[in-house]
């Protein structure tokens, strides 16, 4: 690791060393938590990708989960006693409407009530996020992402929600996440549904960004503020120094880091991706710009590691394969790399973002916690914090007006097709008693923020 030593574990940080406007945070998102089998939560297509053999480790999914949906004030409790300012947490639209669309369930939207009210109780700072990736079936059988019309459904269900909702959040995403939706749900196969189809991914890329683009204009008008979107970077290094490596890592850069900020901010797809995804792309897809671009009021970051990459043998597009290095690594086998943080936060701001305050919506890493009469020492975890942190720090000298930083998770959760195995939460879940333990990570967070 970097700069911040392992010394001892304690997060090297405080208030003082932040604007004084600057928030602390942690991150969650409703499937990985609530227990979609409670509360009249419909469907989605995470139940069904699961359900499917081959997906899921052990077959797991989020019916139970951490059992959130009825532990959430003991939850909340958490999040304040660590003495964090804000929560951020997503809204199922299964839950919402079980349908995708059409009649309320009213014991969903009443949870999210609560819930917001039980935040502003405890003085912390709700943070929303209408989609991370809880699809509605219904939806999902009509072709989900790859169907423009999803980008209507997408408008309905955001006016359900905001129309209850809207006036207690302190910042609303549209989504978490549009590449993970996209590419690595419809090109890479590993997230719900599970297809490895370019004509399926390059729709998707697109619709994701339509729907966006609906939502936001359907927040506006009902006078929701503060509205923004979170997307995921991840480092992009040629595996070795030949030209082929080079072209290689930058082409996953276009796909993975410039597509839906270039979308967002410059209503223009970079021309490097498009060489490749343009024959599969839904008609006349430039025309959507003009709702695609509406402006934001801020972005969220979640970023984790970087990856090497190499040239792949064959000719189709895109030809690339990230390829194992050489640093410390994560129980998921990321590679830690704080530089990284630092590179997209002031790499947004100059060229996408351009003067918008930033948001760090997900932050953290996964390691093999194991709870004994001591607690649970996740000293990789601190430091990777302390290493993380300080690249925040860099940053703001920089000049760039980064405002939060939000740690993923506040619970060991449901690492989606990685099942409860990896274990990224400030606080250990006992997935057999659902019992919390705060981790040594929790306790040298609410030290570095108290008083
Ligand atoms: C992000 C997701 C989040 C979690 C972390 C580890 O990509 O937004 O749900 O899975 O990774």
Not at 143 to 160: H, K, L, M, P
Not at 198 to 212: D, E, G, Q, S
Not at 358 to 386: C, F, K, P, W
């Amino acid at each position: 690791m970097t700069s911040a030593k392992r010394e001892d574990s304690r997060l090297l940080f405080g208030r003082a060393d932040f604007p004084p406007d600057f928030k602390f945070g942690t991150a969650t998102s409703s499937y990985q938590i609530e227990g979609s089998a409670f509360g009249g939560c419909g469907a989605s297509h995470w139940d069904s990708f699961a359900a499917t053999p081959g997906n899921v480790v052990r077959g797991e999914n989020g019916a139970t989960a951490c059992d959130h949906f009825h532990r959430w004030r003991q939850d909340l409790d958490l999040v304040r006693d660590a003495n964090l300012d804000c929560y951020r947490f997503s809204i199922s639209w299964a839950r919402v409407l079980p349908e995708g669309w059409g009649s309320v369930n009213e014991a969903g939207l009443d949870f999210y009530d609560r819930l917001i009210d039980g935040m502003l109780a405890r003085g912390l700072e709700p943070f929303a996020t209408l989609y991370h990736w809880d699809l509605p079936s219904p939806l999902a059988s009509l072709g989900g992402w790859q169907n423009r019309s999803i980008a209507d459904r997408f408008a309905d269900y955001t006016e359900v929600v905001m129309r209850r909702l809207g006036d207690r959040l302190a910042a609303s995403a549209t989504f978490n996440e549009p590449w993970c939706i996209a590419w690595l749900s419809h090109f890479l196969g590993q997230h719900a549904p599970g297809l490895r189809d370019i004509r399926a991914a390059a729709h998707a890329m697109h619709f994701v960004l339509l729907a966006h683009g609906r939502s936001v204009e359907v927040m506006r008008g009902l006078g929701v503020k503060n509205v923004g979107v979170v997307m995921n970077f991840e480092y992009a290094q040629p595996a070795d120094e030949s030209p082929e490596a080079r072209a290689a890592a930058k082409l996953y850069d276009g796909i993975y880091n410039r597509w839906f900020a270039g979308g967002v901010f410059d209503k223009a797809y970079p021309a490097d991706v498009l060489a490749g995804l343009e024959p599969h792309m839904p008609k006349a897809f430039a025309d959507d710009f003009e709702i695609i671009g509406a402006p934001v009021d801020w972005l969220g970051i979640n970023y984790y590691t970087r990856k090497l990459i190499a040239p792949d043998s064959g000719t189709l597009f895109p030809a690339l394969k990230a390829v194992k290095g050489p640093l410390e690594k994560t129980s998921m086998g990321w590679e830690v790399y704080p530089e990284g943080l630092y590179h997209f936060i002031t790499w947004m701001h100059e060229t996408y973002a351009r003067g918008l305050p930033i948001h760090i919506t997900e932050n953290g890493m996964s390691s093999d916690d194991t709870l004994d009469a001591e607690g649970v020492a996740d000293t990789q975890r601190i430091d990777y914090l302390n290493c993380h942190l300080a690249e925040v720090r860099r940053a703001i000298d920089a000049g760039v007006p980064v405002k939060s930083y939000f740690i993923w998770s506040l619970l060991d959760n449901y690492e989606w097709a990685l099942g409860y195995d990896k274990r990224f939460g400030l606080v250990h879940v006992d997935f057999e008693t659902l019992e919390r333990q705060p981790k040594n990570s929790w306790y040298a967070l609410q030290k570095a923020l108290g008083a």
